[in-house]
């Protein structure tokens, strides 16, 4: 936050499609309208940063899942697992899961090597690939099903999940309308404090962000041959934050 007395006119442009159409219906302003607004000679002005978040229930979970294969040639090992990861992707689609909702993150070809505890230098014992995709699911509660599915189909490698809310449209507009409020009334408060009646606002901008509050699980390159059930999982609430940064002039 910052306080600046202008002793000299100061020219601040506003440029009305850096800004979501929801702010511009609700602030009047045309459409991809440019303003410029001039504040008054010695008008002080306010610079104010102001978050407000919003929290809900999510509806969205997204996990990475994966198989790591080993075998003594570069192209066995990709072989092996192309047919591992394949029988993976179909069981994740068999449960429902349309094919848009999973996307392909990283294929990785390393060289394997042995590690003895007596000194000696690591032995070169071939190769291991690992293929990752991400998957987003729409239906939470089925969630440690699918992931209990998805293991026993060969799946060795997860990390997971993250929460969010698929739209979060009305959040944003919550969270917007809390945001500008505040940035107004404390606007207000240093023009009371400095013998101004009013203020004006010349120029806004907004940054979004999203956020679990409560983390998220943490099954990162998990070997997942212990697993005997389902896993529990809860959601918990997701925030959605915004960061409105406003600029006001105080008036008489």
């Known amino acids: 936050m910052s306080f600046n007395l202008l002793e000299t006119p100061l020219m601040i442009k506003t440029v009305a499609r850096a800004l979501p159409l929801a702010f511009l219906a ?19 002005v306010v610079e104010l940063s102001i978050t407000e978040t919003v929290l809900g229930a999510p509806d969205t979970a997204t996990f990475s899942t994966g198989v790591t ?11 092996q697992n192309s047919a591992d990861m394949d029988k993976v992707i179909r069981q994740i689609v ?16 390393a060289m394997d090597y042995e590690y003895g505890n007596d000194g ?4 070169f014992i071939g190769y291991q690939v690992s293929n990752t995709v991400t998957v987003k699911v729409r239906q939470i509660d089925k969630l ?48 009371r404090r400095t013998g101004f009646t009013g203020v004006q606002l010349l120029a806004v901008s907004e940054a979004i962000s999203n956020a679990s509050p409560m983390g998220m699980m943490d099954m990162k ?23 409105v940064n406003a600029t006001y ?4």
């Open 249 to 252: 002039q105080m008036t008489r």
């Open 144 to 191: 440690g099903s699918i992931l209990d599915s998805v293991v026993s189909q060969g799946a060795n490698n997860l990390s997971g999940p993250s929460f969010s809310i698929d739209d979060d449209s009305t959040a944003q507009r919550e969270a917007r309308d809390k945001a500008m409020k505040r940035a107004e009334a404390q606007a207000m408060d240093y023009a």
């Open 26 to 44: 609700a602030a009047a302003t045309p459409a991809l309208a440019a303003v410029d607004v001039t504040p008054s000679a010695g008008a002080p």
């Open 94 to 109: 068999a449960l429902g899961i349309k094919r848009e909702d999973i996307q392909t993150s990283g294929i990785n070809l």
């Open 69 to 79: 294969s080993k075998a003594p040639t570069a192209s066995a090992a990709l072989r």
């Open 120 to 123: 000696r230098q690591p032995r």
């Open 221 to 243: 390159r998990t070997t997942m041959q212990s697993v005997a059930a389902a896993p529990p999982i809860e959601g918990g609430q997701v925030g959605t934050s915004v960061t």
